[in-house]
């Protein structure tokens, strides 16, 4: 007997939970940034900046090369003075080189600094889109796709391509400097 209610129960439960509607949808936030007009941009404000980072890299660079032909070349009739001098005028452009690096590429420097500048905006537009889709398909959960927890989910809980096409189409469109190459 009690087995018995014990599966009707169950049966039940399992009827209940086909029945119910999903809440749930996911989206693969890796290729709304790469498909995104606003990310696009920003990605190529962010390539033009780096493009002149590594100019000024290659311009130290090439001094300091000069720098040691130049000393190559007048070694053998240079006083130890002038050794010296050489030697401490190549050290000092290396030391230049390296500040420039760290200034540009390292943990705090221009390029993160850039780089968050210049997707701050695009991730607020990609929240308030997520924000929209749920609300229009009463979602009670999105998930994303790239963060790596989801392991495997029915295509129909995709939203990705909505949440692009809020992004693409919104009329809120994040400050970016006016491009070059207007």
Avoid at 65 to 82: C, D, P, S
Avoid at 123 to 150: F, H, P, Q, W, Y
């Amino acid at each position: 007997m009690y087995r018995l209610a014990f599966i009707a129960l169950l049966l039940l439960a399992v009827v209940g939970l086909s029945a119910a509607k999903s809440t749930l949808g996911y989206i693969d936030s890796e290729r709304i940034l790469n498909e995104s007009d606003d990310a696009r941009e920003a990605q190529k404000l962010f390539e033009t900046e780096m493009d002149a980072w590594e100019a000024q890299i290659g311009e130290l660079e090439a001094e300091i090369e000069l720098l040691k032909i130049e000393y190559e070349n007048k070694r053998l009739v240079l006083t130890e003075a002038g050794h010296t001098e050489a030697q401490d005028a190549i050290a000092a452009a290396e030391d230049e080189l390296d500040q420039v690096i760290e200034n540009i590429y390292g943990e705090n420097g221009e390029a993160a600094r850039a780089n968050s500048e210049l997707l701050e905006p695009v991730m607020t537009k990609l929240t308030e889109a997520i924000k929209r889709v749920a609300d229009e398909n009463d979602l009670e959960m999105i998930l994303d796709a790239a963060a790596g927890g989801l392991l495997y989910a029915i295509p129909d809980l995709d939203y990705t391509d909505f949440v692009l096409e809020q992004m693409n189409t919104s009329s809120v469109a994040p400050d970016f400097p006016a491009s070059d190459e207007e």
